[in-house]
């Protein structure tokens, strides 16, 4: 688990997808609803899947998706550091 912050530090994404992810993850939080249970690795490899078709303009991009795979990335990242 040391190696996670330097995964999550290399992560550059537009400003409005981080912060409707944060918020997400705030909401999340404050709802008392479960959070995330999947590996950190899952959710970056998924998260840069979602960013490489985001990038490449590709017709099954979805927004929304990469939102809620960056609010279970920094929700899983957060436990992480909490432990």
Do not use: C
């Not at 190696?3 to 705030?26: E, H, K, N």
């Not at 995330?36 to 927004?63: F, H, Q, T, V, W």
């Amino acid at each position: 688990m040391t190696d996670m912050p330097q995964d999550l530090s290399t992560l550059t994404r537009p400003r409005l997808l981080v912060q409707a992810a944060s918020i997400g993850a705030r909401s999340l939080l404050r709802s008392g609803r479960a959070l995330p249970r999947a590996g950190l690795a899952r959710l970056l490899s998924e998260e840069s899947e979602m960013n490489r078709k985001r990038k490449n303009g590709e017709a099954d991009y979805s927004p929304r998706r990469h939102v809620d795979l960056l609010i279970a990335v920094m929700l899983v990242a957060q436990t992480a550091q909490a432990i």
